[in-house]
């Protein structure tokens, strides 16, 4: 299939219609109403779904993360609750990160999608500079608080990719100006996550570039060639290195330690689990088990019925996210609660794979359950992106990324309305992107 | 639009990025998340609930640790759960030369060492440290409380280790009863020995969950019990014992014996009160000579003495061979009774009535009374009153006496055995046969084991007392109302175990002992008194026996006084209400006390189903009701009739071979109609 090498400049891709764009349907017209990104839709309420599986999966984790840690608090800090308060505290501030973010208009990420990428990634080359920590550097110690920009990427290369590719449109398709720049901004990412050893998120960022190329439309065969590609390298980076290949291998052995830990503590859960605080591998047996490994904690406790909520939990948040996708009104807001759906339902993917020893082992934290500030602030903000999604918000004043290019071009629409352009276009059929 | 643009439209409709592309492809990949997610929850299916058992065990095989419990020996309690001996937690203090020398300590440790064991030797200390040893033990133990402040001292090279220790809180009260444990624990001497397969303690596992190297219990704390042996109850009161304790001190000053005992029993059922030794130890500490640990009393076989009188008689009067007011000439101290032997007695007398000879103590005449029974029959009635057989007491070592088959009994031996001499009996196998004499003539085995309960309480062994008829209770009561006047009458040999306000039936016994070189030994006696307070309804068989007093020999002056100030003492203990005194003990007592009313009322009390062994058996006997004449003659069916309150209306002549109504109920009219015939 022929890609155009130069399409037609910003075909109104999405968003409020240009004032005054004659409709340009050249061709052959059809019967059914032409198909929106909603432009037109008026706000709703955000979606009570998200909020609540969010907040139920919260609350849970902080009661899961509570009844994991509270040995292994009183071992090495002395106090039962070392973990539970932090996570608390980080989870109050989440929730209040969370309502915030719904609140603003999402658009307004499209603007500064660069600025936050730069910004991301600046904080993932100072991450580099830091003191190692566990033979990795993850951790940029910003106060009080430890910072995890790798966390930080992934919600920021879902806001740059959405960004892209919606201001891409048909592009999207081209090697050259749709494929390339694409993967040369998530590559940059890739490879400074996996100089902090992170190969986890890495994979994770690679998989989220994909399906978001994937869902924008892109040729599969870039996809395919990208993986391809990608192949090599990721090979080396797991046999290359020391602590991965063990990793590897000790799965393939099935014989990994904390993995096996893992299955023991889902197997004698059961169906209803040994009930809540009587799990006994969080007595030494299952490390890190308030973090990467909670689910299993979560199987021993409340048994394969806790497991099945949490998993509707994701579930539900991840289709809702998906609806929100469905009902957003421009495609930037589409590929932005996709991509960030699809991140939860891929950690979670990838996480439980782990812990149900499936795929070797991984750092990959559960949304909302695992211990971790870092992760918890960046879960509750995306969720926030969600909300704000599913609100269909009318676009602020800072949303149009276009305003400076439009005020360089056309006097006219300085200071124009969007919200009032879009009312006027309600009736007209909307723009189809060079159809 | 451009041409150009409308070129593409058409070879690339539809659109890639067109929204419904988006949207479906959007689906795709919520759809395919939602596989995964379920894919997932199969295989968490899998895991939690398909292969449960097996990672269920895996996690108890790491998460459960049994819990060693450190087992602890059983209590030994007296009848009222008084306690005779018990564990306790002491420690046993260990050091390591070696590794305190090589951690350059030497200092630190003897410094901590002093301070916190004040009764270490310092010079032994050092010795011990200086010593190139890895392990010392340091002389002594240590209670719970030093044992903690050695450990909080986190002395390098020294360790605590715990050391059973067995504690008798009441010293030498009952020792030879309760023993002693050895330096390993076990049981060593008595009850300690006997029932050390109840009372040691066994290790015991309790689980308990493991987290990274320390224990977390899973349910509170095991409880210890699980690991404890069980408690054994003895029949002993330390009331009584202490007294007999005191008793036997007393006797022991005075007479300077080789040994005493004292037995208490309750001749109801046989349970034994008190049971003292002299000479005797402090189970406490290590025991210097073996003679102390002797249980004279269920260990040592003396020549019984005068006592088997009261046995023979008894044996003489049930086979009908004599009757109570019949008299024997006792031939005045000197008989010969066969032709190379010559019987004497102590007191000589011409014509003595059965009481008298029982009261004076007569040799020759009891020889007489033998003369009536045979051989055979005074062999299988001493027999009958568990001569020559191990009493099933669970005391170690206790003694079955010495009692040759009648086959082999010489004439004089069989005549000597009729007052005791020529065979021996330990102490516990008199008062037991007395005490059957005392309980109308029923035997039940003295045992001082109450009943063995584990921890919660629950009975786990109980001795199985069978009781057994010996005599008929009214030869029982008549020889026991003989006895009385061995303390009562005038000429009774022991007037000095005379308890003021009760009557006391009772019987010296001063035997000479059995030298090592043949004969007898001119100058040892074995001395006792057995005797059963209050005569009439005998509460306690209280026996003092002492074995070569100096001074004085004869039982009444050595061991019946003892006797009288012991009995004085529980009576009092047991609150017995004293007996109207002016009863003259030789008669029966007057018509408030129908002795034959009383007397089957009481047999129908105790026997059911228990009639004596004789030779020439009777049918049973149906006590209240119709009894069985059957194989009677008529006078006794005559007797046996008016015994019963029954009128006997006899047909014929010889022995009975019918009668109507058959044994049961009585008849409303009182009658019983018996057939007799001549026997074929």
Redo the contacts between chains.
Sequence with gaps: ??T?SRP?PAPA?DGPAPTGAPA?H??PRTERPP???NAAAPEVPADPWIVIAALGLLTLGLVMVYSASA?IAR?VHGDYTYFFRRQAIFAGLGVVAMVAVSRIDYRVLRRFAPQVMLAVLVLLVAVLFTREVNGARRWLRLGPVNLQPSELAKVALAIFLSALLAR???Q??SFRTGFLPIVTVAGITMTLVLLERDLGTTLLLGALTV?LL??????LVYVVAGTLAAAPIVWSQIVGVAYRRARLEAFLESGGYQVKQA?????????SGLGLGEG??K???LPENHTDFILATI?EEL??IG??LV?TG??VL??RG?VA??FAPD?FG?YLA?GLS?LF??Q??VN??VV???VPAKGITLPFLSYGGSSLLVSLMATGLLLSVSRRPAPWRLSDQRRARSRARRGTRRGSRPRANRRRTTPQPAPV??? | ?TP???R??R??AP?????????R???I??GV??L??AG??A???E???V??D???A???R??IRPKKLRPTRGEIVDRGHVALAVDDRVFRVVVNPRLIRAQDQLERVRAGLLSLVPTLDPKRLDAELARDKAYRRLPGLVDETVADRIYEAHLPGVHLEPTPHRVYPRGHLAAHVVGRVQAEGRGQLGVEYALDEFLHGRPTESPS?????TT?LLRGAPDPAMAAGHKVVLTIDSAIQAMAEEAIDTLVLEHRPVGASIVVLDPTNGEILALANRPTFDPNHPVPSLAQTRNLAVQAAYEPGSTMKAITVAAALEMGAIRPDETFYCEKGRWQATSEHVIRDTKPAEWLDVTKILAMSSNICTAKIYGRIGKQALYRWVRKFHFGERPPVRLPGATAGLLDPWEKWSDIQAANISFGQGMSASPLQVAAAFAALAADGVYRAPHVLRHVVDAKGNVVWAPSIEPERLVRPSTARTVLRMLEAVVASKVGTGKNARIEGYRVAGKTSTAQKASRFGGYAEDQYYASFVGAVPARAPRVVILVSVDTPEGKHYGNAVAAPTFARLGARILRYLAVPPEDERDDSDTPAGAAFDPERHEVALAAAVDTGMEPDLPGARGKRVQLGVPDFHGLSMAEALELAERSGLRLVPKGTGIAVAQDPPPGPTPPDGRVRVLFEPPA
């Design positions: 299939m022929p155009p037609a891709t340009r050249d061709g198909p929106s990104w040995w071992e891409q449109g048909e999207v398709r399906l994937f869902v924008a439309g892109t040729r299955l023991i503590a889902v197997g004698s859960g059961g169906w006994r591998q007595l030494g047996f199987g048994g394969l497991i099945g998993v994701y579930a991840v289709v998906l996708a469905r495609r589409t996709v699809s339902g891929l979670v993917l439980m794979a149900l020893d499936l992107p060079a159809r | 639009m150009f643009g409308r593409i439209r070879l690339a659109m890639a990025s067109d929204i419904t592309a988006v949207r492809r959007a689906t990949v919520a998340l939602l995964a997610l997932l929850l295989r968490a299916y895991i939690a609930v292969r449960r097996t990672y269920a895996l996690a108890k790491q998460q969950t493991v987290a990274r190297g977390l």
